[in-house]
């Protein structure tokens, strides 16, 4: 069940489309009156142009007249008119025509937008890169900690097969996921002596000052905010070992919290110097199941493997 809810959340839009044609085409065989019922067929091109672009609208278009056509030619009397054969040819060709034409039109419109949406997006992520980049310069431990988590969660989102629009709400979290702590004191942030009970707790606090800033920007970041929100909790909520049950973090928050902990681990901090790579693999695999997401860490094994092993091992 969980596999095709996911094929069917991945492929919605051409799911969407062939019910509707599915639809209409079953209706069409319960209606006399064939000629009037084509203009329903309008409903499939659009939408298909409306959400997956013009190629596939122009495709969803010549299915439905090849459809029309093989059944015109295999039944000639599923057309009840008083109509001679030329003429409704004729009709038949004028909406085929008008049928590819909105088609082109409509599929046209959505390229047009999608290409401003994109680059839109480009544009606030490159604003959200230099918003990071500024946030850290002040720090040298953390300096790109956010660049470097947000690339390594973007690359875990894909290997996890996850909406290309999950993907660009959890990069964006990613980037903005320690924006909270430009509400906490620098000095405490830079701290080499280790914190006290208190003080853990008001960097702790970081993830909930971060979703009251963002709130701040309204609409624009509210895929982010829950994400940021939760980036710190566990997998598992640290309650008794008797009582032990998943906690429902968004798969956003787990994806960050694993390349978050694994760059916090790797990195030279005030107070320690950086493990080894393959010490900080090794300690993700240790609280997988428990702090971190099994899923998530293995497909950031993966993505390690194959994007990362051999960049940032030392030699």
């Known amino acids: 069940m969980e596999k095709l809810k996911s094929f069917v959340m991945n492929h919605f839009e051409e799911s969407l489309v062939l019910a509707i044609a599915l639809v209409i085409i079953v209706v069409n065989f319960l209606v006399v009156q064939k000629l009037a019922f084509l203009n329903f067929y309008y409903l499939p091109v ?64 959505y390229e047009q937008r999608e290409k401003k949406i994109s680059e839109l997006k480009n544009a606030y992520i490159g604003v959200l890169e230099i918003l990071a980049k500024y946030l850290e310069s002040y720090d040298r431990y953390t300096r790109s900690h956010s660049l470097r988590v947000a690339d390594y969660a973007t690359g875990i989102a894909i290997a996890m097969d996850l909406p290309r629009s999950e993907v660009e709400n959890i990069k964006v979290a990613a980037l903005l996921h320690d924006i909270g702590k430009i509400d906490i004191s620098s000095d405490l942030i830079k701290k080499a002596a280790a914190l006290s009970g208190e003080e853990k707790e008001i960097v702790a606090s970081h993830p909930r000052k971060g979703v009251e800033l963002l709130s701040a920007v309204g609409g624009v970041l509210k895929d982010a905010m829950p994400i940021v929100d939760a980036h710190h909790e566990f997998f598992v909520e640290r309650k008794s070992s008797e009582d032990k049950k998943t906690s429902k973090v968004p798969i956003g928050a787990r994806i960050i919290c694993v390349a978050d902990s694994f760059d916090a681990m790797v990195t030279d901090r005030p107070y320690r110097k950086g493990m080894p790579h393959w010490e900080a693999m090794d300690e993700l695999e240790r609280c997988s199941g428990t702090q971190f997401d099994p899923q998530v860490v293995e497909a950031f094994k993966r993505v390690y493997a194959k994007d990362y092993a051999e960049k940032l091992e030392p030699v």
């Open 46 to 109: 659009l939408v298909a142009g409306y959400v997956m672009g013009r190629r596939m609208a122009i495709l969803a278009s010549l299915f439905c007249i090849t459809l029309i056509v093989f059944s015109a030619i295999n039944n000639p009397h599923i057309f009840l008119t008083e109509k001679s054969s030329l003429l409704l040819a004729t009709d038949l060709m004028v909406w085929s025509g008008f049928l590819i034409l909105a088609a082109y039109v409509v599929g046209t419109l």
